[in-house]
């Protein structure tokens, strides 16, 4: 049972547009999600977040927007740059899932972003 | 500032073998987790530590064994190595423990082969 759930395996995007990755959970219980990057041979590292109580958060290049009564997520890259190609993975967690969390999170199967210069 | 720590970075075992990956930690993080990913299957949580002397199950936890050596160390072991073990093992850290909305940082992982 996949809680979080990133349906696109792969985007390609032509430099200086828009990338838009998509994200799915079930679980209600979730209160904050994330979005991670990584490189190969590297590990994921942390881009941005946003609480449930928020519909947006933007840093940068980076805008997650979350829409609660659809369980969906998304992360908008504006504009999408060479550099930006990798694995972005959702996550998501809760104060309570299941219990006490424990700041743990479930992640997303992961989507391969390309942006061709 | 080195951040999370993982040794070694690559190794083959062979089917009955037993090791143990080591992390290690200086953001003086209390919560340590241990993932492992598989193609197609995004990150899926093995074991974790909400802080120094304890440690849980995570959704994966059959065949692996944690130990939470001190408040920066946190070691996963295999005691024998099955070739659906063959993964990419990532370790994470997080600041606070119950109900944070810290994000983990992590290392960059141990590929581990097992024949």
């Known amino acids: 049972d996949q809680q979080v759930k990133q349906n696109s395996p792969s985007l390609s995007v032509q430099e200086g547009r828009i990338s838009i990755l998509n994200c799915d959970y079930t679980n209600s219980m979730f209160d904050y999600f994330l979005w991670y990057k990584k490189y190969p041979a590297e590990g994921p590292t942390f881009l941005i977040s946003?609480?449930?109580?928020?519909d947006k958060n933007e840093d940068g290049r980076f805008t997650v927007f979350l829409n609660k009564s659809a369980k969906h997520l998304s992360l908008h890259i504006v504009p999408s740059q060479p550099g930006d190609s990798a694995v972005y993975f959702c996550a998501a967690g809760g104060s309570l899932v299941g219990g006490t969390s424990y700041g743990k999170l479930t992640f997303g199967q992961g989507t391969i972003l390309t942006v061709h210069p | 500032n080195a951040g999370v720590t993982q040794t070694p970075k690559f190794q083959v075992l062979k089917t009955g073998q037993s090791m143990t990956l080591q992390c290690a930690q200086d953001m003086n993080h209390n919560s340590m987790y241990w993932y492992r990913q598989d193609p197609g299957m995004g990150l899926r949580l093995i074991y974790y530590s909400a802080s120094e002397g304890t440690t849980d199950k995570g959704e994966v936890p059959n065949g692996y064994n944690v130990s939470r050596l001190n408040k920066r160390e946190f070691s996963l072991r295999l005691e024998s190595a099955a070739p659906s073990q063959t993964s990419v093992y990532f370790c994470?850290?997080?600041?606070?423990?119950?109900?944070?909305?810290?994000?983990?940082?992590f290392g960059d992982g141990t590929r581990l082969s097992i024949l």
């Open positions: 946003i609480s449930s109580i928020k």
């Open positions: 994470a850290s997080s600041e606070r423990g119950q109900g944070s909305h810290q994000p983990q940082h």
